[in-house]
């Protein structure tokens, strides 16, 4: 399969998992779908290293690997639950109605083989000269708006308000620190999308 195959294939299976791990948490006779849990992680370690991928599908896989680590994490409380029985109300609440994927942002729980900085960080992009990297500028601009979209915040401004944006603040980190170029980065903390930037040699 090409890698835009296997991330679509991922896809497919991300979803089949979490409505089985949904039967399986209402319904005490199941068994939880560990075959298909281990295609999934199979899957997230061969493409871990990214390397054979273009800006959009690394960013594809990496939102695949968060939000596998986000469900992953779910699980697991909820498995824990299941076991032990219910110590506080929240846990009830918990088993029957999950909780906001927001709420357990991933940075704590590597994936298999994919670094919790590599799930956080969907999407980086150097700029030495915003003004003549209108590409790359508008990579970057649908690259925040498509993470802000699957968290479910508000996307403010357009393309031309963000370019301008990019060059006075390439211009200004630039100055500042002395650097060659200004890297940024569009990542998750705390369930929120950030767009970071960082001087950079």
């Not at 994927?101 to 991933?106: C, D, G, L, S």
């Not at 990297?133 to 925040?144: F, G, H, I, P, S």
């Not at 708006?145 to 980190?173: M, W």
Request: with cysteine; glycine share 4%.
């Amino acid at each position: 399969m090409t890698i835009d195959e296997e991330l679509n294939h991922l896809d497919s299976l991300l979803r089949r998992l979490k409505i089985e791990y949904e039967v399986y948490f209402n319904n005490p006779t199941k068994r939880p779908p560990a075959d298909l849990e281990w295609k999934v992680l199979a899957l997230l370690r061969k493409n871990s290293d990214g390397v054979r991928m273009n800006f959009s599908q690394r960013f594809k896989y990496n939102e695949q690997a968060q939000r596998y680590a986000v469900y992953s994490d779910l699980w697991r409380k909820k498995m824990r639950i299941r076991e032990e029985g219910y110590r506080r109300p929240q846990d009830a609440l918990l088993s029957v109605q999950g909780v906001r994927e927001a709420e357990h942002e991933q940075k704590h729980h590597p994936v298999y083989g994919v670094s919790a900085a590599a799930q956080a960080r969907a999407f980086s992009m150097a700029f030495t000269d915003a003004t003549q990297q209108t590409e790359e500028v508008e990579r970057l601009y649908n690259a925040l708006v498509a993470a802000k979209k699957k968290s479910g915040e508000a996307v403010t401004g357009n393309l031309d308000s963000f370019s301008t944006f990019v060059k006075k603040k390439t211009d200004q980190i630039r100055k500042q620190y002395g650097c060659q170029a200004v890297e940024y980065s569009v990542e998750l903390q705390e369930g929120q999308v950030k767009l970071k930037a960082k001087a950079k040699d």
